[in-house]
C-alpha cells in the first residue's frame, strides 16, 4: 500500500469506526488526483474524518474549505469582486488566488445548495481547469476536490443538464451510512470515541445508551451517529452535575432532551431497564461463549482419557449453568447454540475418555 493510503487508513480508525469505504474512496481521490462526492445522511462523520484525514496527511495549509449554500455566488466562488478594477476601469475580475482554484484541494460543503447559476460557472471551470473571465484568466491548481453532501447525486443529476454535466466532473462517489444501526454498532462508535472525551466514565452504561439508541432508531426516530455522540456527553454532564466521576442510570434520564428521544420521559424507567436487562444478558452470553471456546480448546488438547474425563465433568458443570442462563427474547437463538454445543461437547469428551480406556 501507498504511503498516503496507509496514512489515510491510520488517521481514520484511531477516532471513528466503519471507514474502510471512505478511507479507499479518499486513496483513491488522493492517489489518482479525482473528485470524490461523498453523499449520505447528516451527521455520520463526512465533514470529521475529511477534515482529519486532511490535518494528518500535512495538507491543511493547501487545502480550501468552501461552504455552498443559497447566499453562494460566483464571485464568491472566485475568490471575491475587484470592486477596484469595476470602479476605475469599469472590469468584472475576480481574486482567484484567494479562491479554491489556488489550492492543491478543496473541500466543498453542500455544494448542490448552490444556485444553479453557481453550478455552471464551476462545471465550466473545472472543464477548462481555468478560470476564464474575459481577459482575465487563473489555471486551477486543484488536484483534488471532495465534496460532502447529504443530497444523493443522482436525484441532482435531474435538475438538469448542467448539474449532471457537473456531476460527471467528480467521477467517484461514496454512500456514507452504516450497514445497521444496531445496538452493536452504537457500541462500537462508544468503545472508540469515549477515551476522546473528559469528564465521567460510562463503563456499563456504553452498552445501555447503546441500546436505547437501537431501539429509538428501530421504532422510526433515527439516532445519527453525530446524535448518539451528544447523547453520550449529555450522560456525562448529567453525572458531573452530581459530582459523580461514573455514570449511573438516573443520568439517562437526560436523554429526553435530545431530538428522537422525547418520548423516553414517559417510558424511560420501563425502556432503562429493559435496557438494562439485555446489555446484562448480552454480558453473561459473551462471557458463556468465550467459556465455552476456553473447554473446547481443553477437550481438543486432552491427549489422555482421565484428561478428557476431567474436561467432560467441567462441560456439565457448564452444562448446569447454561440450564440456567436468563435472557431477553432476542438473544435466545445465542443461547440455544450454546447449549446445543455444550451438549455435543460433553458426548465427544466421554466418547474419548471411553474409547481410550479400552485401548
Ligand atoms: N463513524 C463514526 N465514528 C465515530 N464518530 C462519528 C462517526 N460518524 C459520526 N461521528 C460523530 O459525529 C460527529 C459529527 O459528524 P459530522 O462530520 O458533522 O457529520 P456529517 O458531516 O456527515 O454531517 C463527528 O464529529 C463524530 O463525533
Ligand atoms: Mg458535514
Redesign the pocket.
Known sequence: MTNIAQKIQKSLVE?????NEIARILSLGFVGKRNIIVFGP????????VQKVIEDLGMAEETFFQFFGEGMDESRLFGGLNFKKLEEEKVLEYYPEKSFLNSRVAVFEELFDAPASVLLALKDVLTAKELRNGSQRFKMKTEVIIC?TNKEPSEISDLGPATHALIERFPLQLNLKWKDYSAKSYLQ?FE??AHQFDGPVLNGFKAVLAEILAKATEEGNFVS??TA?HAFQVCQTAAQIRGATQVEKQDLTDLRFLPGLEGLAETIQKDLNVAMERAEAEAKLVEAEEKLRRLTGELREASAPIKALQVAKKLMAFQDETAKLKVTDGLKDRRKAIRDSVGEKIAEAQARALENTRI
Do not use: E
Not at 477516532?15 to 471507514?19: E, I
Open positions: 477516532s471513528f469506526v466503519f471507514t447528516g451527521g455520520h462523520g463526512k465533514s470529521a474524518m460532502l462508535m472508540k470515541v451517529p453525530r455522540v
